[in-house]
């Protein structure tokens, strides 16, 4: 079975300062990978994913995560963060249809 | 056009009910999947449908049901419920359900809380 860990339950962060969000994952198989935030309230919104390629993969606003198959890492990064971006950060991989499984999830707080 | 939308969108149980959830999906999409996101922790698999057959099943025990209809809402069922019930389920649809090359839209959730 496929497993998510995400190394950090909080983020703290000055507005306009960079960050890293880490995510680490284990899998036997090609590896499909997602990082979803969460604002309040609401549901997930894909932020991002990769499926095969480049392993630099962007999002409209501003975040890109980079694919690392021998450290299995799927890590987000941000390089100037905005309070609009407090939310919670979920990275996830694949096993095939709609099955998605999950990492506890990454409170990022924005501080000004 | 609506996205996900789930109802209600908080319920208070007890112990030893039943409870049943809803779902709509975007118009034109075919595979509806139900999360449970206990608090602290990210969302978990329970089922996947598709043109109202089940497509997959995560670990979950026989008291956890669900149904598609043939407007492609879903239902999502909880027998004899239990405090660890208590969970934010989730509900997200897909146009094919084929896997990681669609996006999948999630709803807002419907908060269950079993006292």
């Known amino acids: 079975a496929q497993s998510v860990t995400q190394l950090d339950s909080q983020v703290p962060v000055f507005e306009e300062a960079p960050v890293e969000l880490r995510c680490n994952y284990s899998?036997?198989?090609?590896?499909?990978l997602f990082w979803y935030v969460q604002y309040p309230n609401q549901g997930l919104q894909l932020l991002l994913k990769?499926?095969?390629?480049?392993?630099l993969v962007e999002s409209i606003n501003g975040f890109e995560a980079e694919f690392n198959k021998s450290q299995t890492s799927f890590h987000l990064r941000k390089p100037s963060v905005h309070i609009s971006d407090t939310a919670e950060y979920f990275c996830?991989?694949?096993?095939?249809?709609?099955?998605?499984?999950f990492g506890a999830g990454t409170i990022l707080r924005v501080k000004s | 056009d609506a996205g996900v939308t789930q109802s209600p969108t908080h319920l208070i149980k007890t112990r030893g009910q039943h409870v049943t959830l809803r779902c709509s999906p975007i118009?034109?999409?075919?595979?509806v999947s139900w999360y449970q996101q206990v608090l602290g922790q990210g969302p978990q698999f329970i089922f996947q449908?598709?043109?109202?057959?089940e497509r997959g099943r995560g670990n979950f025990p026989d008291r956890f049901s669900a149904r598609q209809f043939p407007n492609y809402s879903s239902e999502l069922n909880v027998n004899a419920l239990l405090l660890g019930d208590s969970a934010l389920y989730l509900c997200?649809?897909?146009?094919w359900g084929t896997g990681a090359n669609e996006k999948l839209f999630f709803g807002s959730g419907t908060q269950l809380s079993v006292l």
């Open positions: 996830a991989v694949s096993e095939g249809g709609n099955k998605l499984v």
């Open positions: 118009s034109g999409h075919k595979s």
């Open positions: 899998s036997s198989v090609s590896v499909y």
């Open positions: 990769y499926l095969s390629g480049s392993t």
């Open positions: 997200a649809s897909s146009s």
């Open positions: 449908y598709y043109e109202k057959e």
